[in-house]
């Protein structure tokens, strides 16, 4: 089945260690999302990528960037990670962006 | 700009009793709305999409919404709760003219019970 995949479903990093968190999607959708979402919160954009145009939130800290080297493949990359950044981060992708959003099921990131 | 109010953020029912997930929405376009389900640790799955056309929508799962443009709402609905039902809703409304991503604004989300 197409589908969105997130790895790895949880990560533990320690505080102010780069990490990496990755999706791909089979649904050769041209929008793919990053968002993070926080216990008891609502999903919250990071930025998205239409294609290669890469698409930042105003208020995502610098802190996070995001690479899609492909049409399969996106990540989000934390530089110096927070206790704060501890969250479920979520991709997701469609195939314009007026159009319903498919979810992977997340990855939850602890920090030590 | 635009908004999306969750009337509440905890809804408990019975089992086999319906269920009611208020949502208002407030945009300067004909907004396209959507109710997304989220289960514990899980990604959120797209329940129904309303998109200008029929204003009763039916979704996955025995859900459906009607949109009310005089009441600028979108409630959620299905005629009997099953226990599979408890999880996280929440209401999604897209508005900008053409889309785009930035133009998805997400409600704080309600918080369904489901009593045996």
């Known amino acids: 089945d197409a589908m969105v995949i997130q790895n790895p479903r949880y990560q533990v990093t320690q505080f102010g260690k780069p990490v990496t968190l990755s999706c791909s999607q089979t649904l050769n959708h041209n929008v793919m999302y990053w968002y993070q979402q926080k216990s008891s919160q609502a999903p919250k954009l990071l930025f998205h990528y239409y294609d290669k145009d890469f698409n930042n939130e105003a208020d995502t800290p610098d802190n996070f960037q995001s690479r899609r080297p492909n049409t399969s493949f996106c990540f989000l990359d934390i530089r110096s990670p927070g206790l704060g950044d501890a969250a479920m981060y979520l991709c997701a992708t469609s195939r314009e962006g007026d159009q319903p959003q498919h979810f992977g099921d997340g990855t939850r990131l602890s920090i030590l | 700009a635009q908004s999306v109010t969750q009337l509440d953020s905890h809804v408990s029912v019975s089992e086999g009793t319906p269920v009611l997930l208020r949502c208002n929405y407030s945009?300067?376009?004909?907004?396209?709305l959507f109710w997304y389900v989220q289960h514990p640790n899980k990604g959120l799955q797209l329940l129904l999409k309303y998109t200008s056309a029929a204003t009763l929508v039916k979704g996955i799962n025995g859900f459906e919404a009607e949109f009310k443009k005089s009441e600028t709402s979108f409630h959620l609905t299905k005629p009997s709760a099953h226990m599979s039902d408890a999880a996280e809703y929440f209401c999604v409304v897209s508005g900008l003219s053409g889309g785009g991503a930035d133009g998805l604004t997400f409600g704080k989300g309600t918080h369904l019970i489901i009593q045996p």
């Open positions: 945009s300067s376009y004909s907004p396209s």
